[in-house]
């Protein structure tokens, strides 16, 4: 089983033994049998695995490709259209004169082909429609390459939580066996008085409920184990054999919104995080854009009331081998000019269409809105997680001390036949919650840090560096 330095120095009452279930042990310690053994991996190397492996990534990756054609067809409406054309027809036909004529014969038929091709060319010199496409061709480009940043983000944001998830279930695991080792201790030294008439079957009886609890709780933490693992290899394609632990005594200190300037209160550095969230918050940032496109479709559907300028040209040749009045022809034609259209009347679709683009509008503002709420409350919340995890680390170490005190008084006390064997597994019971609470609070503190840059848009692989140096090999 892997122990992780997490402890903050403390030494546990006893070295971790075999599991009650042997079966279950194996799922939280062993790999599949079909990969080869691996060494310990670190945070960074998750989050490289993730960006390797995870398939969210990968489409969010070709969803960015295929959103850079956007602009690709913006230009292509400023641009000239060449189309080449060609037709060749069979003619079969007959024809009666009816009159004075001058042919002999006043029935006359013909069979002859008509080979014609060409080529036309046509440049828009006025086209608001197309402009404001271009326009929003480029916002939808900026648009795509922030929802690519913030899926990027997302990937870090995840493989951090399924990597202390693993670690915090691990070291659930580490003191689950030091706290049956010792109630062990108890339930033996418990039967040995109850056989030497010191003490009552009560104790022996509470002893072994304890433990009865325990083994309990260690199957489950197992089972607890195995399922963080499969979703860590969900996200990265590899199972974790091992992972880097958290140092002890990792350094717990308020956040700084910008390093260098220490902040002189806690809510000035706040305000200071709710300044950068609202400024760089990726979300918020996005919406900005879907509202800017909503301007541009105001625009567009606007411009549906405009005149159309475009030059055109066209090249015809035109070949006849015969014709009704038994004449071929070659017939060379260019045509250069303007081509002007002023839409009148459409049915009230345009208008409609520019009422439907205003609400839209309307609600990509409220979006905006909506979108900075939840970034400050968010920001908030993983601030105020920081300063949390700091004010309850500090008394859970206090709590540790406390309870470690009361454990070897109780357990003096129980010698000298003043407490009971209750008193010193409840006592134990304390010493344990108290450690897993201090764990607890230390991987809040690490994923708030996390958290908190990511509200604000700024979180990078620097953040992570940052964190991964706090960890170490177990």
Same mark, same amino acid.
């Given at each position: ?24 042990? &194996? ?39 295929? @959103?850079?054609?956007?602009?690709? &067809? ?20 007959? +024809? &009666? ?10 029935? $006359? ?42 899926? $990027? ?31 062990? +201790?108890?339930? @033996? ?99 900005? +854009? ?20 475009? @030059? ?7 070949? @006849? ?84 005190? &009361? ?10 036949? +003043? ?56």
């Amino acid at each position: 089983m892997l122990k992780h330095a997490l402890t903050v120095g403390l030494v546990l009452c006893a070295a971790p033994c075999m599991l009650h279930a042997e079966s279950y042990a &194996q799922l939280a310690t062993e790999q599949p049998s079909s990969l080869p053994p691996q060494s310990a991996l670190n945070l960074k190397e998750i989050y490289t695995l993730a960006l390797a492996n995870d398939a969210t990534w990968a489409a969010a990756r070709y969803a960015n490709i295929g @959103a850079q054609e956007k602009l690709v &067809q913006g230009k292509a409406l400023l641009l000239p259209t060449v189309n080449l054309n060609g037709n060749l027809n069979r003619s079969d036909t007959s +024809i &009666q004169y009816t009159g004075q004529t001058v042919f002999n014969n006043n029935n $006359r038929s013909e069979r002859f082909n008509t080979l014609s091709y060409g080529i036309n060319i046509n440049q828009p010199l006025y086209r608001k429609q197309n402009y404001v496409q271009y326009q929003a061709s480029q916002l939808e480009v900026n648009e795509a390459d922030l929802q690519l940043q913030q899926d $990027r983000q997302d990937v870090l944001m995840k493989a951090a939580q399924a990597y202390f998830d693993v670690l915090l279930a691990q070291d659930k695991l580490v003191l689950n066996h030091a706290q049956k080792d010792a109630i062990a +201790i108890q339930l @033996a030294q418990a039967k040995a008085n109850f056989k030497n008439g010191v003490s009552t079957i009560t104790d022996v009886d509470e002893a072994q409920a304890k433990l009865d609890v325990v083994q309990s709780q260690e199957i489950a933490v197992s089972i607890e184990i195995e399922n963080k693992k499969q979703a860590l290899k969900l996200l990265t394609g590899r199972y974790p054999a091992s992972l880097y632990g958290i140092q002890p005594n990792i350094p717990l200190q308020q956040p700084e919104a910008m390093k260098g300037t220490p902040s002189a209160t806690p809510q000035l550095a706040l305000g200071k995080w709710l300044d950068l969230a609202l400024q760089s918050n990726l979300t918020v940032q996005l919406k900005k +854009i879907s509202y800017d496109l909503a301007n541009k479709a105001v625009e567009l559907n606007s411009a549906g009331h405009l005149p159309t300028l475009d @030059a055109v040209a066209n090249y015809t040749r035109t070949d @006849a081998n015969g014709g009704i009045n038994g004449f071929g022809s070659d017939l060379n034609n260019t045509t250069v000019g303007l081509q002007l259209q002023i839409p009148l009347y459409q049915g009230g679709a345009v208008s409609s269409k520019v009422r439907e683009a205003i609400v839209k509008q309307q609600k990509a503002q409220e979006e905006i809105e909506a979108a900075r709420r939840k970034v400050e409350l968010d920001t908030k919340q993983a601030y105020l997680e920081i300063t949390s995890s700091i004010a309850q680390a500090h008394a859970n170490e206090q709590t540790l001390r406390s309870t470690q005190s &009361q454990l070897a008084s109780t357990t003096k006390s129980f010698k000298l036949g +003043i407490r009971t064997n209750v008193d010193v597994l409840n006592a134990q019971q304390q010493v344990f919650n108290a450690k897993r609470e201090l764990l607890q609070t230390h991987y809040t503190y690490l994923l708030g840090l996390l958290k908190l840059k990511y509200s604000s848009g700024l979180l990078s692989e620097d953040d992570l560096d940052e964190v991964n140096q706090w960890l170490a090999v177990s």
